[in-house]
């Protein structure tokens, strides 16, 4: 069973830096896009940042010059560096991956962790 697991969310003060990180484990294929998405009470989770596997990236407008998507394909891992934290950044951070399970054009999927929380205040 192919799942991800998120790491190092918590209490960050404002202005300050956070990494949270991301670990996608079982069996598939291959993994293509990776990213981050966040959920602020009563909304709709939205798109943080996404990066491919050839390294193309994009952001939210809200977190553009703040924060720094990379991945580790050889560690099926990604990340999310997050600078000048802002109370409005408090949020659950959700990872997401989409790739496939064989080589199958049919075989794709698409899979959610389990959410981090950040909190950032004073």
């Known amino acids: 069973q192919v799942q991800l697991v998120e790491s190092g969310g918590g209490l960050v003060q404002p202005g300050g830096s956070l990494r949270v990180s991301c670990v996608a484990s079982?069996?598939?294929?291959?993994?293509?896009?990776m990213g981050w998405y966040r959920q602020f009470p009563g909304k709709e989770r939205e798109l943080v940042a996404s990066i491919t596997t050839r390294g193309r990236m994009d952001y939210a407008d809200s977190v553009k010059g703040r924060f720094t998507i990379s991945r580790d394909n050889a560690k099926n891992t990604v990340y999310l560096q997050m600078n000048s934290l802002k109370p409005e950044d408090t949020a659950v951070y959700y990872c997401?991956?989409?790739?496939?399970?064989?080589?199958?054009?049919?075989?794709?999927?698409?899979?959610w962790g389990q959410g981090t929380l950040v909190t950032v205040s004073s």
């Open positions: 997401n991956a989409a790739g496939y399970y064989s080589s199958h054009p049919y075989s794709n999927f698409e899979l």
């Open positions: 079982g069996p598939f294929f291959s993994i293509n896009t």
